[in-house]
């Protein structure tokens, strides 16, 4: 099965309205920007997004700008300054976009839930606020814990530092964080990364995910995000 594409516009083809997709990053580090470039340039539909955050140089401000986006659930839907345009914000509050807001930790677990085959988990993050509203609630050793369920989706786009053509991956320092939790739980994984090699050439010791993960593989070019609007 050959996972290597030539282009992230073939890579996405099968994405359709309604999807719901999985970016990796922690900002603009580790974000598949070929990728959601190309899902701009798509122009799909009713999208509904899961990612730690959202315009702070991951692009996906473009989805939100396009209206492509429906649902937003992350960490951080905001943005730290007021000095760049919140598109998410906006959006929200005109009523275009739906917002849930997850602890990062309960994020994290929530996916590697899902990627593991757990069915559900508990955990003391978000007792007594907001959070909370709607869950299960359970006390265990003297201590309030909430139930909280695997989150999965249709599709992972992720960035890899590089990868071998069957689909083994590494990452580069921080550009790691979510993206190989990512991996596992959604039904196709997506790669954009900086440089494809033949099996053997990566140092085993240094592979996070394994290729049985991972369904197609783009590499694209680098962006400099450090200045992103």
Known sequence: MNKVYATAVEAI???????VIMFGGFGSAGSPTNLILALAEKGVKDLTAISNNIGLGDKLDVL????QLKKFIGSFPIRATTNRRDWLFEAFKAGEVEVEVVPQGTLAERMRAAGAGIG???????VGTVVAEGK????????????EYPLRADFAFIKAYKAD?????VYRMS??????????????????????????????????????FVDRIVKGPKHDLHGFE
Do not use: C, H, S, W
């Open 13 to 19: 083809a099968d994405v359709e309205d309604g999807a």
């Open 64 to 67: 939100v700008q396009n209206k």
């Open 120 to 126: 559900g988990f508990y955990t003391p993050t978000g």
């Open 136 to 147: 299960e609630e359970r006390v265990i050793d003297g201590v309030r814990y909430l139930l």
């Open 165 to 169: 053509t069957l689909g083994n991956l």
């Open 175 to 212: 550009t790691r964080n979510f993206n190989p939790v990512m991996a596992t739980a959604a039904r196709v994984t997506i790669v954009d990364t900086e440089e494809i090699v033949q099996p053997g050439e990566l140092d085993p010791e240094a592979v996070v995910t394994p290729g049985v």
